[in-house]
């Protein structure tokens, strides 16, 4: 039996749920879990703002924890491995974005927490392709956010060829804001933090950052023309217009947080410097052994606040009021 924390019906506090996970099919892995981060898309879940959610639903996509046992398929996994595990647990293999190494834009993609018991439990399964063995220099607990929170902000950064040099501006200091600014500054990058709260700037410089501006119309619009790549992680609109202003020429706007509202994007903001406008939601195996591996070789850790999976709701309701400092952590 799983021993896991599920919502039985929308938005309810999770509780104790066990259920019999039957026989391990032979392209899968099951992990013995030992850390789960708290990402904003559980408590999405949860209160089922996607409309796609099926309960009892066990949240939780950014996983670390150790083989426990392996199908008959499965190679390059051995019990005791110490691995992670995040938002995708499954793809359909065949397609030409699978066979490209896009297996995160495959349109058969499956998540780990949605019509799947995710890692809120002592266990949880995935497809062995989305199983990622974990570099020895990382810490389980602070890894764990790397596996979805990190992704989402390295993935753009890593896509459109940020390196030595790339002046990128992130906007929203939090859970993948702060992770953002950890990645640039490994990278090379000039890094500037947009914050709407003064008190973080001391924190945004210690994370990278070696400018610090309003993430407002005003302090977008003093970084005029500075940035080769703007990243938003706000899940508040954001002015369109003045974040394009802050792009030099040629450069990129990329939400990677979404408030529901439409973004503002005048014709005339993007022709004039030919800006682009792109978005990015996690990133495919390849792609998280690259961030991971650069997490291990610069020492980008996820700021955590660790709690027992007894008090799983408790990290919910953290995480659903923004008090998280920056990620909540199960430990089993
Ligand atoms: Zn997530
Ligand atoms: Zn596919």
């Not at 790339?166 to 990278?187: E, S």
């Not at 003093?222 to 954001?238: K, M, V």
């Not at 978005?279 to 792609?287: R, V």
Request: hydrophobic share 40%.
């Amino acid at each position: 039996m799983t021993n896991a924390m599920a919502a039985l019906s929308r938005r309810a506090a999770l509780t104790p749920f066990t259920y019999e996970p039957g026989p391990l099919p032979a392209n899968e892995v099951e992990i013995a879990v030992t850390h789960c981060g708290i990402c904003h898309s559980d408590v999405h879940l949860v209160d089922d703002d996607w409309g796609l959610s099926r309960y009892p639903l066990v949240p939780g996509h950014e996983v670390v924890g150790e083989v426990a046992a392996a199908g008959a398929e499965v190679k390059g996994l051995s019990a005791g491995q110490r691995v992670g595990l995040g938002w995708q647990c499954g793809s359909c293999g065949v397609c030409a974005l699978c066979k490209a190494g896009n297996e995160h834009l495959c349109g058969k993609s499956e998540a780990t927490a949605v019509w799947h018991h995710g890692g809120f439990a002592d266990r949880v399964r995935s497809d062995a392709r989305f199983v990622i063995p974990l570099p020895a220099a990382l810490s389980s607990e602070t890894a764990a956010p790397l596996l979805c929170g990190g992704v989402t902000v390295f993935s753009p950064l890593h896509r459109l060829g940020a390196g030595p040099g790339t002046r990128v501006g992130v906007v929203g200091i939090g859970g993948l804001g702060h992770l953002a600014l950890q990645f640039a500054r490994a990278l090379g990058c000039e890094v500037t933090a947009f914050s709407s709260n003064p008190g973080k700037e001391a924190e945004a410089r210690s994370f990278g950052a070696t400018r610090f501006l309003e993430s407002s119309t005003k302090g977008l619009e003093s970084a005029r023309n500075s940035l080769d790549l703007l990243i938003s992680t706000l899940h508040t609109p954001i002015d369109g217009p003045a974040a394009l202003s802050a792009l030099a020429a040629r450069g990129t706007f990329c939400v990677v947080g979404a408030s529901g509202k439409p973004i503002d994007l005048p014709a005339f903001s993007l022709i004039g410097g030919e800006k682009s406008v792109t978005g990015s939601a996690i990133g495919s195996p390849s792609t998280i052994r690259a961030m991971l591996d650069l997490a291990a070789a610069k020492g980008v850790a996820a700021v955590t606040e660790s709690m027992p999976l007894a008090r799983a709701e408790e990290g919910i309701q953290r995480v659903r009021n923004g008090r998280a400092r920056y990620r909540v952590v199960l430990a089993m």
